[in-house]
């Protein structure tokens, strides 16, 4: 950062026309320090704006695929040496990690909100969720990658193994919606099992992503071990695909598809999260007023722009007019803007192209016969792509959002007779990411749960209570993707499972001079004492 502004990401930048190292948003030098991480030989930049009244932020160097081909083999060679390195080693830096995320929260909010447009809180949770994800897997490293004993073959005289060997270099795509979680979140149990990491933040959102790999580097993980490019998705995103072990993408359902086939042709894996069209159902007993506070979290949070936050709200016949009176009385209360201020509700979407999609199917429900009951517009006045939270009532399926993604401020109300067609209601359409559902009985607030088709499913919360418990698997189920993030599935994706046994005196075949027939009856014996014993 340059000595006149200590802090430039809160103290805003000097005018351009009198200081030759502004930006308009950030500090140069503050952006050129996090840029020169990319691997890029291209000569070519991207500019990058900010959703906060447009104002410039980057020019971000683009990588070719040639640069790519360079971040895999430098990753590579790191490493060979960081998978020797110990596991407690290994997790020590991921807790290192969590306090530096912590000591550094105040700028890394502040970049988020400038990149994103988000609110302020929405800002810190990603922080949050990244500090709890360091702090789980490093606390978990030995339960989930410690090499365990099997049941040999025979007691005593088989003794076999399980280890779990890292993949070697996985390759992260990630999107711009939650730029600091996705860009380490799914990388940091990688790094913990052992494994290189080439990483393709979405373009609109590079800088959060860079200011994150500085801060691996401050918590000793190797410099090369975490390599970042930057570029088109149809060439960078394929090169990526072309050299890693593992691919983790999180994106849509399109795209998702299409590096499903390109790993399939490698025959490596993958794990892809995808589009949804998320369900909430109140059920006929639940409190209306907390379910109306948690409906406001559940749509608007991060402007709607949140693979597993609700677009279809689905309310018993018994309650649904109070509930509708709170929600909407609670959505109209909301503080709208594009700033760093702790004080709004929600924040910005975050482009142009984002905005017309919102307002694509807003238009679009209202000329078919929905009813606005509150937002609809949006909003210049308090930054280029706000949008009002916006509530319909009378969506049909010749609606564009009845069945497709919004990912944004807009939410249809449904009213249901009988909990089993709510139950078919949620399940219908080709998405199955989460769900929620709000009653006073847990357990039927459980059993309802358990028929719904998707990968989470939160009881009287909208998402955090899956997705902040660490030790719980996150995914979709059908056209939301394969693959989970999350406890023991999303770590032990990045490794390969290996069994060693080892075979004491006496060898599974005929002793030396012993007939086959005569060593099937003693193997069959051998099998028969066995299973009376009850072994496995």
């Known amino acids: ?56 932020l980057a020019h971000v160097p683009q990588s070719g695929a040639g640069d790519v081909s360079e971040a895999f083999s430098r990753a590579r060679h790191a490493q060979a040496a ?27 909010i502040d970049l988020v909100v400038w990149e994103s447009g988000k609110a302020r809180k929405d800002a810190y949770l990603e922080v949050a969720h990244v500090a709890l994800t360091a702090r789980y897997y490093a606390r978990t490293a030995h339960e989930h990658l410690d090499s365990r004993r099997v049941g040999g073959m025979f007691p005593v005289l088989t003794r076999a193994e399980v280890h779990r060997v890292p993949k070697g270099v996985v390759g992260i795509i990630s999107p711009w919606n939650y730029p600091l979680t996705m860009a380490l979140c799914d990388g940091l149990p990688a790094l913990l099992a052992g494994n290189a990491v080439v990483a393709k933040p979405d373009a609109q959102t590079m800088l959060t992503a860079l200011l994150a790999a500085q801060l691996l580097d401050e918590a000793g993980f190797p410099p090369d071990l975490w390599q970042v490019v930057a570029g088109p998705g149809p060439e960078v995103g394929g090169a990526i695909v072309a050299g890693a072990d593992y691919v983790c993408f999180t994106g849509s359902t399109a795209t998702g598809r299409t590096i499903a086939r390109q790993c399939a042709e490698r025959l490596i894996g993958c794990s892809l999260e995808l589009g949804g069209k998320n369900p909430m159902l109140v059920l006929r007993d639940a409190d209306v007023h907390r379910a109306a506070e948690g409906a406001v979290r559940a749509v608007f949070s991060n402007a709607g722009q949140l693979c597993v936050s609700m677009e279809r709200l689905f309310v018993a016949d018994q309650v649904y007019d109070r509930f509708v009176d709170a929600f909407v009385s609670r959505t109209q209360a909301m503080t709208l803007g594009a700033s760093q201020d702790w004080s709004v509700d929600m924040g910005s979407l975050i482009s142009q192209a984002q905005l017309d999609t919102v307002t694509r199917h807003v238009e679009d429900a209202v000329a078919k016969g929905a ?29 564009e959002c009845f069945g497709k993604e919004t990912f944004g401020p807009v939410v249809s109300l449904y009213r249901f007779h ?53 030790g719980a ?64």
């Open 1 to 56: 950062m340059s000595e006149q502004r200590a802090n430039p990401l809160t103290d805003g930048p000097a005018d351009p026309e009198h200081d030759s190292t502004a930006a308009y948003g950030l500090d140069r030098s503050y952006v050129a320090a996090l840029t020169r991480r990319i691997v890029s030989t291209t000569g070519e930049t991207r500019a990058v704006f900010s959703p906060i009244g447009g104002a410039p």
């Open 473 to 536: 698997p996150m995914g979709g189920m059908r056209e939301s993707g394969m693959g989970r993030r999350q406890g023991a599935e999303g770590i032990h994706r990045y490794t390969e499972v290996q069994s060693v046994a080892t075979q004491r005196l006496v060898p599974i075949a005929p002793l030396f001079g012993m007939s086959e027939e005569t060593n099937a009856k003693v193997l069959t014996a051998s099998l028969r004492l066995l299973n009376k014993l009850g072994r496995a």
């Open 82 to 108: 960081w998978a020797a390195t110990p596991l407690d080693e290994r997790a020590a830096t991921l807790l290192r990690l969590h306090d530096i995320l912590l000591d550094r929260q105040e700028e890394l």
């Open 371 to 399: 009813r606005v009951l509150t937002g609809g517009r949006a909003r210049p006045d308090l930054g280029p792509f706000v949008y009002e939270p916006t509530v319909l009532e009378g969506v049909s399926a010749d609606m």
């Open 418 to 470: 009988s909990e089993d067609e709510a139950v078919e209601r949620s399940n219908d359409g080709m998405y199955g990411l989460n769900a929620s559902v709000w009653t006073r009985d847990g357990a039927r607030g459980r059993a309802v749960a358990r028929r719904i088709r998707c990968g989470t499913v939160n009881v009287n919360e909208a998402y955090g209570a899956t997705f902040g418990s660490l």
